[in-house]
């Protein structure tokens, strides 16, 4: 009504009222009333692609029906339609590869299969409401083609030391738009690039990878990078440096430690090559290999125990496809070693009752001579029963040793009756000043009478030639020199003893003090002159020799 009553104030006649009043109705109509496209699609060539079409209806319209038309320079053609009444309906030529994803009064989305070059062109999606009429909008379809992407060795093989060469090509085949190619690697090499338009407006990247090759990258890897539109990610191959190279050679085997006599001695060569060797040759540099040293594959065995004219240089040959080397070893015999020493062997761990806990291994004991055969299994036990029986017998002689030692030290040879041991050597000196001489022996006894004194003086003599055969464990002292013992130690008794016997002495007879007296060296004399018995004054000795109570000390 205002807007009315502005109209008739202006002076505007009616019919151009009305028609103003229609143009603003169908202005705001067509703002409520909208269809979403995307600006530009990209298809893969071969692949599916999807045509998005959002329908945005006000509540006051509805809609009718919404269709797809292709525009082509012989003019449009309706692809696809759909009515909320009768359904969907697709054009014959169409038919296989165009379908509506999910068709709705607010969705006109399409897809389209196996996309190809032709597919390329605008597409409009179209919308018809009532009573408005219809709305459209258009979006652009392109083509991308996924490269084929694939890497190739180089022409010539990788040879180690050679010239610069190229390793490998990485190829994105046939893209659209170009691919970008590169290689990765910690090779200090250079990338080529090489670039080739194809008719359908393709392009193909060839990117090739050049280094001077060297042994020691054998095994290590190159790795193409490729990176397009077409792909949801990167693509990237591996590649495996393959370089050849003549062999690398060593002989195994020969220690520094062989000895004559050894067997079972072999020289390995083993060599390190690409591609693998194919022959080894075994040499010898100062003279012709012996008869019975033959070649097993790659190792030289000696069939004889080693000798020494085995020592000397042995080459070893090996080759393959790119060349052939080879490895001198200088082999010294030596002599065998002087003795071979046996491990200890541990004993079993024995319980409270004695008995091992756990058996004794049977394994074969290590021999480390070179010059002595294997053991055999059962000479183990044989080697311990020998040392130990070799332990015994020394043992043995150790204690019937010192028995004899312990016998000889226990028989006494010296001076009875000064009690001090006296050496062989001091035993031929003279006679000890303590020892009684035929003159003490008249003063004992007295000197009145010529012809008793001549009688008694064998007497001492004799006792002094008993003693020595005493000293020297010369049998058991006869009745007369322990008589005469008795006699020198304690005349008194001696004289009584002799008056018993009917043999009484001239003179007075000295008392035992005197005897003391002369024989101040000797000053072990019991009391009262030893006063014995005449069957247990004496006792025999370990020597054979016999002594008397009054003499035997501690």
């Known amino acids: 009504m205002a807007v009315g009553r502005c109209f008739c104030r202006s002076g505007i006649s009616l019919p151009l009222k009305l028609t103003f009043l229609l143009l603003i109705c169908m202005l705001t109509a067509a703002w409520a009333n909208r269809v979403r496209v995307p600006e530009r699609v990209s298809a893969v060539l071969g692949k599916n ?10 509540s006051n319209l509805s809609l009718t029906q919404s269709s797809w038309e292709r525009r082509l320079p012989s003019g449009s053609i309706t692809l696809a339609v759909f009515n909320p009444q009768f359904g969907t309906s697709v054009a014959p030529s169409y038919a296989k590869r165009l379908a509506f994803h999910s068709p709705s009064s607010h969705d006109a989305t399409i897809m389209l299969a196996d996309v190809g070059f ?8 179209k919308v018809a409401t009532f009573p408005l009429g219809n709305t459209q909008a258009s979006t652009h379809i392109g083509i991308m083609v996924e490269p084929k992407v694939y890497v190739s060795a180089g022409s010539v093989p990788l040879l180690d030391g050679g010239n610069e060469t190229v390793v490998a090509t990485c190829t994105a085949e046939r893209a659209l738009p170009q691919a970008e190619v590169s290689w990765e ?25 050049a280094w001077h ?19 949801q990610t990167e693509f990237r191959i591996p590649y495996q440096i393959n370089v050849q190279f003549a062999p690398d050679v060593t002989v195994v085997g020969y220690d520094g430690d062989w000895f004559i006599g050894q067997e079972n001695a072999q020289l390995q060569c083993r060599a390190n090559a690409n591609p693998t060797v194919h022959s080894y040759k075994w040499t010898r540099l100062d003279e012709e290999l012996p008869g019975d040293v ?22 070893c040959e090996a080759g393959n496809g790119v060349g052939r080397r080879s490895r001198d070893t200088r082999i010294r015999v030596q002599e065998p070693p002087p003795t071979t020493i046996l491990p200890a062997t541990p004993l079993p761990a024995l319980n409270d009752r004695g008995l091992a806990t756990a058996p004794l291994s049977k394994g074969r004991a290590p021999f480390t001579s070179p010059t002595l055969a294997s053991l055999p299994e059962g000479s183990l036990g044989a080697i311990v029963g020998g040392a130990v029986g070799g332990a015994l017998f020394l043992v043995l002689l150790l204690v019937l040793g010192g028995t004899c030692y312990r016998r000889q030290q226990r028989t006494f040879r010296g001076d009875y009756y000064t009690k001090q041991y006296l050496g062989p050597a001091d035993m031929q000196k003279e006679p000890h000043v303590d020892m009684l001489q035929p003159h003490e022996l008249q003063e004992v006894y007295g000197s009145g009478d010529a012809g008793k004194g001549g009688r008694d003086a064998p007497k001492a003599s004799t006792l002094q030639s008993d003693k020595d055969r005493e000293e020297w464990g010369d049998g058991v002292i006869n009745g007369r020199s322990r008589a005469l013992r008795e006699a020198a130690r304690c005349p008194e008794r001696h004289n009584h003893n002799h ?34 018995s005449p069957d247990g004054d004496y006792v025999s000795h370990v020597d054979g020799s016999v002594i008397s109570r009054r003499e035997w000390y501690v």
């Open 49 to 58: 692609v999807t045509l998005g079409c959002r329908v945005e209806v006000s």
């Open 118 to 125: 032709a597919d390329v062109g605008t597409y409009t999606c």
């Open 185 to 209: 690697s910690n090779l200090f090499g250079r990338s080529q690039v090489h670039l080739q338009a194809e008719a359908n407006g393709t392009t193909t990247t060839q990117v090739r990878y």
């Open 213 to 231: 090759p060297t042994r020691h990258a054998q095994g290590q890897s190159l790795t193409c990078v490729v990176r397009h539109p077409a792909l």
């Open 294 to 315: 033959y070649v097993v594959n790659n190792t030289l065995v000696f069939s004889h125990p080693l000798r020494s004219n085995d020592s000397g240089v042995y080459r």
């Open 499 to 532: 008056n018993h016997h009917g043999t009484p002495l001239r003179g007075p007879a000295p008392p035992c003090a005197r005897i003391s007296a002369m024989k101040h060296s000797a000053p072990y004399l019991p009391e009262d002159c030893y006063d014995n």
